[in-house]
């Protein structure tokens, strides 16, 4: 198996530009041996910062959204060439709370991978069931359905630049998390339909598909020694230096 780990802190709407400083400058040190990849995603306000502070170290900066539109009438948005000039490597695009609370369908998701590979950014697209659809049945159903949108019109190329996170939303910020075969099935599901949608060897070799959802220190490496799981997106546990850096040690 080819696929480097990937472990991505979701600030979400934590850090103010002080408490970043803090934070990062905590865990440059914690990370530097990390043998996979290691990403923090910060709100806009913070970003700027955690650039100049993680330059030359082995920890990349993302963003939590971008927009499709190069420019124009969207207030308050921030479009891909934005994140790219100050430095931004990844976005995380489709995240359910985005879903969730800011109207984001499977549809936008797509516009705004498409935007953000068209600038050179690395999408880390989102997909996940709620409780009342595994609860249903329909599991495979939304998973198919979340993944062949998000897909749409790009191409196989473009792979190598994209990491798909598997959150049950159900599982984030609740503490419950997926069990380690249910995190590794559901995500085969992923994996089977990206096989489908490009080709198996891609599905295998270059698609890297993390675990989100209360994955933590403790159970980080439970999760990480399961054949279909390729990393993290990890987010309360992304606050704290240690913590997180026990999950990239995993
Ligand atoms: P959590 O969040 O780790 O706090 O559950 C994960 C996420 O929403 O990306």
């Not at 002080?18 to 530097?32: D, F, G, H, W």
């Not at 359905?145 to 998000?150: G, I, L, M, N, P």
């Not at 993390?210 to 546990?237: F, H, P, R, V, W």
Request: net charge negative.
């Amino acid at each position: 198996m080819s696929r480097k780990a990937i472990i991505a802190g979701n600030w979400k709407m934590n850090n103010t530009i002080a408490q970043t400083k803090e934070l990062v400058t905590a865990l440059i040190p914690l990370v530097k041996d990390a043998e996979c990849d290691v990403v923090i995603c910060t709100p806009y306000t913070d970003l700027a910062t955690a650039v100049e502070l993680t330059r030359g170290t082995n920890i990349k900066v993302g963003a939590e959204n971008v927009h499709w539109a190069e420019k124009g009438a969207f207030t308050g948005e921030i479009s891909a060439n934005m994140l790219v000039e100050l430095g931004v490597e990844y976005v995380i695009i489709g995240h359910s709370e985005r879903r969730q609370y800011f109207g984001e369908t499977d549809q936008t998701v797509n516009m705004r991978a498409k935007a953000a590979l068209a600038a050179g950014l690395k999408p880390i697209i989102c997909v996940g069931e709620t409780l009342e659809e595994r609860e249903a049945g329909k599991v495979e159903e939304v998973l198919v359905r979340q993944t062949t949108a998000a897909f749409e019109g790009i191409e196989k190329e473009a792979l190598d630049n994209i990491v798909i996170a598997y959150e049950p939303v159900w599982a984030i910020g609740t503490g419950r998390t997926a069990t380690a075969e249910v995190a590794n099935d559901t995500i085969k599901i992923i994996r089977d339909t990206m096989a489908k949608l490009y080709c198996p060897k891609c599905a295998e070799n270059r698609v890297r598909i993390q675990y989100g959802g209360s994955m933590n220190a403790k159970n980080a490496s439970e999760l990480m020694a399961m054949e279909q799981i390729d990393g993290g997106l990890i987010g309360g546990a992304s606050l704290k230096a240690e913590d997180f850096s026990k999950v990239v040690h995993f």
